[in-house]
């Protein structure tokens, strides 16, 4: 039903930035929350960022926070991240979710249960 495709991955040394783009399919993209959630090799999926349907709140796990910045154009059906002072420890598989019930939802969720549809992923290595 929804559809989303992750960009921007690639290699990056330490401190360098990356800014990923999620587009999401369906004519009611502005009503969805949206999230980013990482996955490292031999971990578990883990919440990263979150930003509300409006756009009028986001929230950070504290790892990223002013380094990551989650934004979103409703008119375009497409969030972003940018990842500014990337470290080691942010290399992971990037999914981007949504919360198509986002206008319901009470602020960020950091649950992955919480969202409905993810993209495939795309690959962000921090290496030197």
């Known amino acids: 039903?929804?559809?989303?495709?992750?960009?921007?991955?690639?290699?990056?040394?330490?401190?360098?930035?990356?800014r990923l783009s999620c587009a999401a399919s369906g004519r009611t993209f502005s009503r969805y929350g949206m999230g980013w959630f990482r996955q490292a090799s031999g971990k578990e999926r883990?919440?990263?960022?979150?930003?509300?349907w409006?756009?009028?709140?986001s929230y950070y796990t504290d790892s990223v926070k002013g380094r990551f910045t989650i934004s979103r154009d409703n008119a375009k059906n497409t969030v972003w991240m940018q990842m500014n002072s990337l470290k080691p420890e942010d290399t992971a598989v990037y999914y981007c979710a949504a919360d198509v019930q986002?206008?319901?939802t009470v602020g960020v969720p950091?649950?992955?249960k919480v969202y409905d549809y993810w993209g495939q992923g795309t690959q962000v290595t921090v290496s030197s």
């Open 1 to 18: 039903q929804v559809q989303l495709v992750e960009s921007g991955g690639g290699l990056v040394q330490p401190g360098g930035s990356l």
């Open 102 to 104: 986002g206008r319901r």
């Open 110 to 112: 950091t649950s992955p």
């Open 46 to 52: 883990e919440f990263v960022s979150g930003i509300r």
């Open 54 to 57: 409006s756009g009028d709140s």
